[in-house]
């Protein structure tokens, strides 16, 4: 897609699955399995969106995907089956070392794998400096208990990359800004690409799928619901009212979408991604 002088793409990182009880919460059995049906391991089968996005001058990475960096237990715990061809598709519309920025809307081991991957001894996006929330980077190196289970350790991750450790809503170059929301975790963000009077919004995890944009369905993962319930409604306010075009990064049916109608049961179209 091309907004104003910003190229966008989709490039998928495999699929993973989530027990339905961590997927869908409090919303019941009868109204989520109207849309999704179990695996023969009785979990939800999901997908990993990502983007590469260049002005022509400057490339992003918006989110790091699944990567290739996980043991086997925990490979099988979520069913992980990255995309083997990820750095050849990202090369259909740019080299890796060309990627001067990771953006994450926040670094749990299904959003950061491939920019946090260490590969005979250097990064894959080697000169890309990894944007995420301060608080973010603090949940990554220091998990507790209910966290630890989201987020995959890279024993040389602080000494070979360079971060940019962002507080709150700010703009990240000129076509680039994040939005704080937390929720789902303490530094989560959601990151916006404009250009010419259009905008993409890449929500993270407050919006994983289609089925996730009522604003009350919310996933047992998040770490603060209220909070993410209250960003919902606000982000879906902005995308009905500017026609924002959204990226939700674990719908393998629909992954661009924009919303129309009422925000507190808004009606949905697939984009043009």
């Known amino acids: 897609m091309i907004i104003g002088r910003i190229e966008v793409n989709i490039v998928r990182d495999g699929t993973f699955s989530l027990d339905p009880g961590a997927a869908f919460g409090i919303v019941p059995k009868p109204i989520w399995s109207r ?19 260049s002005d022509g ?16 237990k925990f490979r099988n715990i979520f069913e992980i089956k990255p995309n083997r061809d990820y750095l050849r598709d990202v090369e259909k ?18 959003h950061s794998g491939r920019t946090l991957q260490i590969e005979n001894g250097k990064p894959l996006f080697r000169n890309a400096a990894i944007v995420a929330q301060r608080d973010e980077f603090t949940g990554y190196s220091h998990p507790n208990e209910i966290t630890r289970g989201n987020y995959i350790h890279q ?8 971060k940019i ?13 994040v939005i704080r929301t937390g929720g789902h975790s303490p530094g989560h963000e959601a990151i916006v690409l404009a250009s010419g009077g259009r905008e993409i919004i890449y929500p ?9 944009l ?16 209250k960003m919902k409604k606000l982000i879906l306010k902005r995308a009905i009212r500017k026609r924002s075009l959204l990226i939700l990064n674990h719908d393998l049916l629909h992954p661009s979408v924009y919303v129309s109608g009422n925000p507190e049961k808004p009606s949905f179209e697939d984009g043009d991604l």
């Open 204 to 212: 993270g995890d407050l919006f994983p799928t289609s089925f996730y």
């Open 155 to 162: 024993g040389t991750y602080a000494r070979r990359l360079q």
């Open 214 to 229: 009522r604003p009350n369905y919310i996933t047992a993962i998040d770490s603060h619901p209220f909070q993410s319930l």
């Open 165 to 177: 450790r962002v507080d709150g809503n700010r703009r990240i170059n000129g076509w680039i800004s």
């Open 35 to 53: 849309e999704y049906t179990l695996n023969g391991a009785g979990r939800v089968t999901l997908g990993v969106n990502t983007l590469v996005a």
């Open 93 to 110: 519309f740019t080299r890796p070392e060309e990627v001067r920025l990771a953006v994450h809307s926040h670094l749990h081991f299904d």
């Open 57 to 72: 001058e400057i490339s992003a990475l918006i989110d790091g995907g699944l990567g290739d960096v996980h043991n086997e």
